[in-house]
């Protein structure tokens, strides 16, 4: 009887720690798509392609925390460094084949912004993407870059195709209103083929909003 009672009190407790633990405790919660983060260092001794490397990719948002709390932030980075987020499979450059027809949406930051709004506006935008915040156009988003700069940092959206006009514009006041950027401030999207055939050292806004 001893024997049985150990038994029965044994499995009764196995049961009550299956009880206890939350399913949420052990399954990840996994992301529309595969994302790859990505670390690019200003070396002028190297290749460009040299200084970009990948950190690693995920495609769960308990992944997604783990990388984002252990990387340095946006606003700590050297001069001249970059930060990129794009779907797996695609490299943060025009020349990828699924950058090459698009363009990116950029938001323009002076140094003070360094400090007080870069690292929300990365934040935001990394979590824009990996939530598919911008709903049924989420096929047409590559990913994002944040680029530190003497001269002024720069926060890029970058979409798979800038002749799609009316897409290009939703996606781009979807990102203004989650970075609730002033309506008086206007954001600009350039094409990558007009960056890369730039006669000044800016190249124009196909669309602004």
Same mark, same amino acid.
């Given at each position: ?10 499995e009764?407790? !196995?049961?009550?720690?299956q009880?206890i633990v939350?399913?949420? !405790?052990?399954?990840?919660h ?10 690019? #260092?200003?070396?002028k001794? @190297?290749?460009?392609?040299?200084n970009l @490397?990948?950190i690693t990719?995920?495609?769960?948002v ?10 340095q932030?946006a ?19 025009w ?19 360094? !400090? ?12 824009c ?19 530190i700069r003497? #001269?002024g940092? @720069? ?14 514009v939703?996606?781009? !006041?979807?990102? @203004? ?7 008086k401030?206007?954001?600009?999207f ?6 890369a055939?730039?006669?000044g ?7 602004r909003v």
């Amino acid at each position: 009887m001893a024997s049985g009672d150990s038994e029965t009190k044994e499995e009764t407790g !196995q049961e009550e720690d299956q009880q206890i633990v939350s399913p949420d !405790q052990y399954i990840k919660h996994p992301l529309h798509n595969r994302w790859a983060m990505w670390f690019f #260092k200003n070396d002028k001794s @190297k290749e460009w392609t040299a200084n970009l @490397k990948l950190i690693t990719s995920f495609d769960t948002v308990e992944d997604f925390w783990g990388l984002y709390n252990h990387i340095q932030k946006a606003s700590r980075l050297s001069s001249g460094c970059d930060y990129s987020l794009f779907k797996d499979g695609i490299q943060p450059m025009w020349e990828d084949a699924s950058n090459k027809n698009g363009g990116r949406w950029l938001v323009n930051l002076n140094k003070n912004q360094r !400090q007080t709004e870069l690292d929300n506006f990365w934040l935001e935008t990394l979590l824009c993407l990996i939530g598919e915040a911008f709903d049924d156009l989420t096929d047409d988003i590559c990913g994002a870059t944040i680029n530190i700069r003497n #001269k002024g940092d @720069k926060l890029g959206l970058w979409t798979r195709d800038a002749r799609r006009g009316d897409a290009t514009v939703k996606i781009g !006041q979807k990102l @203004k209103e989650r970075l609730k950027i002033p309506p008086k401030i206007m954001i600009g999207f350039q094409a990558h083929s007009d960056t890369a055939t730039k006669a000044g050292s800016t190249a124009r806004d196909r669309y602004r909003v």
